[in-house]
DNA sequence: CCAAAATTAGACCGGTGGTCTAGACTGGTG
DNA sequence: CACCAGTCTAGACCACCGGTCTAATTTTGG
């Protein structure tokens, strides 16, 4: 976990930090990204990284965690799944994944950033930053799946686990296809259109 | 692309360095494996090593080709999907997909390789190796989707790219899943009717 | 038999993530 | 003021990585 330390810093000096990771894991990915670049880049010494951040792994769930943050700011909070019917359920997430798509676009640093997250996701020593992210994640995930149950917005004859794995799977794979598309603003709705309606009848409830 | 030097070697040590490896790889994916470790397990130098490949994503590449073959081998090559109706093709589809995950449980090392190429298959040095095995294996998609689209079994109103990056990130993680679940050789069939549903589902032409 | 070609061994290279020590700075106390 | 403990920084250092290269050895063929 980061050191408190890194948070009496100047707030310039964890500005430029925080900026040159984010230039090297979004260019690099994760495995790929040298510490040292980032080091020079951001112009501190290997000693005072270290005494910052636990390891590469650490600086990365921090660089993600923040500019998460900062996109979850932008976009706003996921609005309540579980008050409507089945359909407002999938038009809500619908509108909140156009928008997510929107800023993500306007954002390509943290878009490459999450791009090569899912690329890094299983490798060992990952493992500890992965955890602290997803333990911010799986539960937004859940809340989303549980709402859409509650609503019979989603179908009740397949083990929950699997819904989640295989709409993640195709999530992360149709998000990688949407960005290397560079689709026109114009025609990013009619594209998530079609995905949400796919995802929609692999996990979707009876009626849809 | 592996040497000819290679072929010319004595079979059993051959067997020694795909062994060795297979070993490493399944273990600690693409990345994480150290050709010096396979170097060494395998009782070579590496000199001879570099003699024999390119480099480490060609040995990788060399294996899983191999390893691949030897499961197609096992299983059978795809039945012709074009012939049938939708539900035939979907059936057949089925069938197929059951056999192979039969046949990777059985082969819990070829198995580990596969996800392991699935995670590395982002990586700048991985490019030429990806390159080489997808030219086997998206021809493979193409003709299926190409005879889905035939036989009416496969919707027509999505781009074929989106649908070929939807049905594989699904599957990619449900493969995950499945494994993961260490599910009984009884309950496979009924997983695998519950993924296939979900995909038809998903990329199933009207009638389905 | 010997030269040329094929093959091997492993030192070496620049790089990696991570550790460690020597010292510079800081604030508090006698 | 002097001293000192605690905080922080610089960068040498470590083991290891994938990959290159050269010198020696083995095999081949005329």
Known sequence: MVRPQFA??????????????????????????????????????????????????????YVARTELAGLIEQVGMLPDLGAGDADTFWSLLEDY???????????????????????????????????????????????????????GAVRTDVPPPLLIAAVMGMGEAIDLWLVSQQAKDEELPELIKLVMGMIRRAVGGDGA
């Open 8 to 61: 009496k810093l100047p707030a310039e000096q964890q500005q430029a930090i925080l900026q040159a990771a984010l230039n090297e894991f979004a260019a690099h990915g994760f495995h790929d990204a040298s510490l040292n670049r980032v080091i020079d880049a951001a112009g501190i010494s290997k000693g005072s990284m270290y005494y910052y951040f636990d390891d590469k792994a650490d600086l990365y769930a």
């Open 97 to 151: 994944y156009l928008r997510l798509m929107r800023a993500l676009t306007a954002a390509p640093q943290l878009a490459a950033l999450l791009r090569g997250w899912a690329a890094a996701a299983r490798s060992p020593e990952f493992q500890s930053a992965q955890a602290a992210l997803e333990q911010e994640s799986v539960p937004w995930v859940m809340l989303a799946l549980e709402a859409g149950l509650r609503v």
